[in-house]
């Protein structure tokens, strides 16, 4: 997917953005999963003032009680708020998956542009270590990288990021590939445009939209990742809640207390669910053939 050369006056930016929310708010799945995201991403932010309890203050005479008035998703193996510490969780599995993407952005894009942009011999070679790495599992590499540095939010979103990244840069070299061989890209050039402007200005530019709605997808892939990393105990560590570690909890009281697993486990739900409509939506509100 690409999109038409950066030609259109300035005055017009505002006409177009309007035109592409237009094209977006007609999505109504788009529009739900930008609810969904909205009210995770609220509260994290305000999960100080939202959450009704501390989320890792211990309550020994409330263990594994069931949902009731005063504890709504009930309490779970040492007497914490399931709810409390289900908005706190939100904190770590959307930290994880935009730093995660940032960091999988940061490295493959450029790779991806450069490499598409240079061709030859170069291309090749960075190509053949981008599929060997695409030969491993997302997850396993994620893993692998995880345990390598050590148990921690910090080092779970490191390692995600890192093993995302040659997915972008696979983008990156593609849309490469369709942009330079544009007429504007061609006139840029006998102009006298430096390569480092035609890069930034031109190439990246357009393929932006396509590297935007990958993005997106790639930020609930993260979110999984992530939550997968705590139930192995290798993301966010106790006694901080993440979804991941709380669903790891609960396993094993399932037939006890099956809200310590469900709702975690609804929230990770929602939230990949909310980042997928919204990248859906997007991706059809930037698609030019439509």
């Known amino acids: 997917m690409s999109v038409s050369a950066p030609t259109a006056a300035s005055d017009k930016a505002p006409s177009q953005f309007a035109w592409l929310a237009r094209r977006f708010i007609r999505n109504r799945a788009a529009l739900f999963g930008l609810v969904i995201v909205g009210l995770f991403v609220i509260l994290a932010v305000f999960a100080p003032l939202i959450a009704p309890f501390d989320p890792i203050k211990t309550n020994w005479s409330m263990i594994r009680k069931a949902p009731s008035a005063l504890h709504w998703f009930g309490t779970d193996e040492l007497g914490r708020d399931v709810l409390s510490r289900v908005i706190y969780g939100a904190r770590a599995s959307l930290m994880?998956?935009?730093?995660?993407?940032?960091?999988a952005f940061t490295i493959g894009v450029p790779i991806g542009i450069v490499s598409g942009y240079i061709g030859g011999i170069f291309d090749t070679v960075v190509m053949r270590i981008i599929d060997a790495f695409l030969a491993i599992p997302f997850l396993i590499m994620a893993i692998a990288l995880a345990a390598f540095l050590g148990p921690s939010l910090t080092n779970a979103m490191?390692?995600?990021?890192?093993?995302s990244?040659?997915?972008?840069?696979?983008?990156?070299?593609?849309?490469?590939?369709?942009?330079?061989?544009e007429e504007y890209i061609e006139a840029a050039y006998s102009l006298g445009v430096r390569p480092m402007t035609i890069l930034v200005k031109y190439i990246f530019v357009n393929a932006f939209p396509p590297l935007l709605v990958q993005s997106t997808l790639a930020i609930a892939t993260a979110i999984i990742a992530e939550a997968a990393l705590a139930f192995l105990g290798l993301g966010q560590q106790p006694p901080d809640a993440?979804?991941?570690s709380m669903l790891n909890a609960g396993r094993s009281s399932l037939s006890l207390a099956p809200w310590m697993s469900i709702y975690p486990g609804i929230a990770i739900f929602l939230t990949v669910l909310g980042f997928n409509l919204l990248g859906d939506g997007l991706h059809d509100a930037l698609d030019p053939k439509d």
């Open 96 to 103: 994880a998956g935009v730093v995660s993407v940032l960091i």
């Open 158 to 163: 490191i390692a995600i990021g890192i093993s």
């Open 165 to 181: 990244a040659p997915i972008f840069a696979r983008l990156a070299r593609g849309q490469t590939l369709v942009i330079k061989v």
């Open 242 to 244: 993440s979804w991941g």
